[in-house]
């Protein structure tokens, strides 16, 4: 089946700083990659997603790429803000089944200080 | 705009009881999904629903079991609980291969 692997498992970045957030998947067919933020105790809300064809998206500070070829997707913030902390999965939808769940990787705990 | 609603938020049961968690989906999505999530882990899928069947199945124990019913609604049935499934419990819902939305979850403790 598919499997995502996400790093940095932690990281910590100032204010006004970028943060970058790793995601590997290995099935070549998978075609949709969403990001999901977590704040402790609440619910995975979608912040960004894009499907295979098309490189790159962004949406104000928040940006994702993906990488066909190298089967790797990243997500960016720019201009970090306190209340960006959480805790941030990728996610890939792999193809190769009748259903439509989605493969989380296993998160980043992101923290920006002030 | 309407979002996946999930009851009870919060259910402490005892080991060995059963429990039964409820979702609305958004209408008009035709999956519904249940994920568990343990403190500090990703969410883990357990099984999907597509137009009230049955359509993957993942990490769900046998003690668990769930439908889907006439209504798009969907229950998640829990028997012989373990302290082990201590955990979030989130149902989601999509339109087919779209965006996948996820319900406020249920925090079930098993004591």
């Known amino acids: 089946g598919e499997n995502v692997e996400q790093h940095p498992s932690t990281l910590s970045v100032q204010e006004g700083d970028s943060a970058v957030i790793k995601c590997t998947y290995s099935?070549?067919?998978?075609?949709?990659f969403p990001w999901y933020k977590q704040e402790l105790g609440k619910r995975p809300q979608l912040i960004i997603d894009i499907r295979s064809n098309v490189g790159e998206k962004k949406d104000q500070r928040i940006a994702v790429t993906l990488n066909k070829t190298a089967k790797h997707f990243s997500l960016h913030i720019t201009e970090t803000q306190p209340e960006d902390s959480a805790v941030y999965f990728c996610a890939a939808l792999p193809t190769s089944h009748s259903g439509y769940a989605l493969n989380f990787g296993k998160g980043t705990s992101l923290l920006v200080t002030p | 705009a309407a979002g996946v609603i999930q009851s009870p938020r919060h259910l402490i049961k005892e080991k060995r009881e059963t429990a039964t968690l409820k979702c609305y989906p958004i209408?008009?999505?035709?999956?519904v999904y249940w994920y568990q999530q343990g403190p500090g882990q990703d969410p883990q899928f357990l099984i999907s629903?597509?137009?009230?069947?049955?359509?993957d199945k993942g990490s769900i124990p046998d003690r668990f079991s769930a439908q889907q019913f006439s209504d798009y609604h969907s229950e998640l049935n829990m028997s012989s609980l373990e302290l082990g499934d201590s955990a979030l419990y989130f149902c989601a819902s999509s339109l087919r291969a779209g965006p996948t939305f996820f319900g406020q979850g249920t925090r079930l403790t098993v004591v």
């Open positions: 099935d070549s067919a998978s075609n949709y």
């Open positions: 209408p008009r999505h035709d999956t």
């Open positions: 629903f597509y137009e009230k069947m049955q359509s």
